[in-house]
């Protein structure tokens, strides 16, 4: 007998993802809803050894209506596709209202890194997600983002590997320009992993 290689859960949570996953960008780190944060801790860290918001493991992921986000793509001039293809610095600068966005995870990172950063610097890099995404789905992203640190490339080879069993290749793109060059040359990746 055979063993499914994804839960129906899991499938059914990556659908539900690539149906609502909409991509990355630069987002104004004071227009990112959170509550209350304490980060004095984050702050020495950002001061000693900086920021890194480039860092897949330091994205914030966010939730907004679809309309939020074709308002900010139309402000920036900026395609709905480059959101999904870009990365490090040509990852788009997009501006929300203040509401339009909430932050899922990375309170303390977004408020060290407002204290810490010069005006013209108080932007992160958020993923971002439409609003009406299941309990399921927001609790798994909660926590892959709050796992991350340690096995961002076995996560991303992972998730390579699943959204190319799934035809996905926008969603293979994107998680395959977060490796490095060299490791996007390795043979497991020319080969389809």
């Given at each position: ?20 996953y909409q991509g990355t960008a630069r987002v104004k780190i004071s227009e990112i809803e959170f509550g209350a944060s304490n980060s004095s801790g984050l702050c020495d860290v950002f001061r000693k050894s900086r920021c890194r918001r480039f860092e897949l493991s330091n994205y914030v992921p966010a939730t907004l209506s ?128």
């Amino acid at each position: 007998m055979r063993r499914a290689f994804f839960t129906e859960d899991e499938v059914k949570q990556s659908d539900e993802r690539r149906l609502k996953y909409q991509g990355t960008a630069r987002v104004k780190i004071s227009e990112i809803e959170f509550g209350a944060s304490n980060s004095s801790g984050l702050c020495d860290v950002f001061r000693k050894s900086r920021c890194r918001r480039f860092e897949l493991s330091n994205y914030v992921p966010a939730t907004l209506s679809q309309e939020a986000l074709t308002e900010a793509l139309n402000r920036a001039g900026t395609p709905a596709r480059s959101l999904l293809l870009s990365s490090g610095k040509d990852i788009p600068f997009l501006s929300f209202s203040k509401g339009q966005l909430q932050g899922l995870y990375g309170r303390h990172r977004l408020h060290a890194g407002f204290k810490v950063l010069a005006p013209a610097e108080r932007w992160w890099t958020v993923d971002l997600y439409l609003h009406d995404i299941s309990d399921a789905l927001r609790t798994s992203i909660v926590e892959e983002y709050s796992n991350e640190k340690g096995s961002i490339d076995r996560e991303i080879y992972r998730k390579l590997r699943q959204y190319e069993s799934e035809g996905n290749e926008l969603l293979c793109q994107k998680w395959l320009t977060r490796l490095s060059d060299c490791k996007r040359k390795h043979p497991a990746v020319d080969k389809g992993i």
